[in-house]
Structure formats: structure tokens, C-alpha cells
């Protein structure tokens, strides 16, 4: 079975600031899809960036990037120039052939004025 | 484009009686999943639905059961209600369940059901 771990339960950073969110996974399957998605306290899930396993380039969406290393299984999320809405749940998940999301448990971001 | 969407927003039942949880998805969505954020569990895979069709399944008990619908609407069923049945049920949708980019999931915003 899939697994996925955030290791940081909380983590600050202040406003304008880059932050760095971890992210390992275990899996044997070679075709998969990890994601980062954004949970503010209003409690909407929202997507935030995907990587294809099968791409080697990191993927990109404005002042969020990933750090993807296929070997190592690990998937890091670093969010650039770091605004108040910002803040939120963060949370890392796994895409593979059953289709389902596997979570982690979780990253809280707060951001500093 | 309307996103996903969910109803009701709150639930409040109490032991033993029965939840029906409402879920439309994105316009041209197929796929329907749903996943239960219980505290101190995280989130966890429940059901997914694709084209009327249950394909796959998580590791909870028959009580929890639902359906779509030809429109590709999904309601979830929760039979005989207990406490640690309260979290917070979230719905997402997906253009398709084949694999690919069409596969990523856009989630709605949940219903809160408590179990008293």
C-alpha cells in the first residue's frame, strides 16, 4: 500500500519569505501523480500544483514550485514571496493506479505579518 | 464554471439514525470520490464512483454506502450512526477515472456531519 508522510506538523514563515513544505511517499508503482493541495480554514480543498511521476521537470504554478526526486520518493512543495493567504493546512497526496488519493497527515502554515 | 458542490453544509444526527450526504460535481465530470477528514485520522479514501458505477472502495464498514446518479451526482449513505462517524465528509469530482491528467481531483467544500 501507498504510503505518504509530511514530517513537519507546523511550520511559520514571515510574510514575503520563501518556505519549504517536505513530502516522502513509498510506492512500487512506476506511473503515479502527486499533488499539493491547500486547505484554508474555510475547509475548501483546493489544488494547488501536480507533478507527473513520468516528467523529470519540477512543476511551476507562479510563486508555488516542487522540488519532485523520483528516487528518493520525495516531493517538496516551496512557496516563494509568502503572502497572508497563504496560510493554511497544506496537505501532500499520491495519485496511482486505484485512482484514489493517499493523504498525508499534514503540514500547518502559518505566516507572519 | 461551477465548481464543486455539496450539501448540507451541516448535519447533526444522533446515534443510530441515518445521513444522507449530497454531492454535485464539476460540469462534465464523471468521476465522483468521496473522503472523510475525521480528527486526529486524517483524510481517508471512502468510495469512488465513475460513470453510475462503484470502481473502488476504502476500508470502512458496509454502513457506509452510496450511489450516482445518470447526471453524475452522488449521495453518500451513512447507516446507523456512530460517535466517531462526526468529521468533516469531502466530495471531489474528476473529468475522468482513466488515468492521466484528466484524473485529478477538484474537491467541494464538505458537509460537517456531527453524531451526537
Known amino acids: 500500500a501507498q504510503t505518504v508522510t509530511q514530517s513537519q506538523p507546523e511550520m511559520s514563515v514571515q510574510e514575503a519569505e520563501t518556505v519549504t513544505l517536505s513530502c516522502t511517499y513509498d510506492t512500487s508503482e512506476s506511473d503515479y501523480y502527486l499533488f499539493w493541495y491547500k486547505q484554508p480554514p474555510s475547509r475548501q480543498m483546493i489544488l494547488v500544483i501536480r507533478q507527473e511521476a513520468y516528467k523529470q521537470q519540477n512543476a511551476t504554478e507562479n510563486r508555488f514550485s516542487v522540488n519532485f526526486q523520483k528516487a528518493a520518493k520525495s516531493f517538496s512543495l516551496k512557496i516563494s514571496d509568502s503572502q497572508l493567504g497563504d496560510a493554511a493546512m497544506y496537505f501532500c497526496a499520491y495519485q496511482g493506479g486505484s485512482e484514489k488519493l493517499v493523504f498525508g497527515k499534514g503540514t500547518k502554515l502559518t505566516v507572519n505579518p | 464554471e461551477a465548481g464543486v458542490t455539496q450539501s448540507p453544509t451541516h448535519l447533526i444526527k444522533t446515534s443510530g439514525q441515518h445521513a444522507t450526504l449530497r454531492c454535485s460535481p464539476i460540469s462534465g465530470h464523471t468521476s465522483v470520490y468521496w473522503y472523510q477528514q475525521a480528527l486526529g485520522l486524517g483524510l481517508q479514501f471512502l468510495l469512488w464512483?465513475?460513470?453510475?458505477?462503484?470502481?473502488n472502495r476504502g476500508n470502512f464498514p458496509p454502513r457506509f454506502s452510496g450511489r450516482q446518479f445518470p447526471n453524475y451526482s452522488s449521495e453518500l449513505n451513512v447507516n446507523a450512526l456512530e460517535l466517531e462517524d462526526s468529521a468533516l465528509y469531502l466530495c471531489?469530482?474528476?473529468?475522468?477515472?482513466?488515468?492521466?491528467?484528466?484524473?485529478?481531483?477538484?474537491f467541494g467544500p464538505g458537509t460537517r456531519l456531527t453524531v451526537l
Open positions: 471531489a469530482s474528476s473529468l475522468a477515472g482513466t488515468g492521466g491528467a484528466e484524473d485529478t481531483q477538484y
Open positions: 464512483y465513475d460513470e453510475g458505477e462503484e470502481r
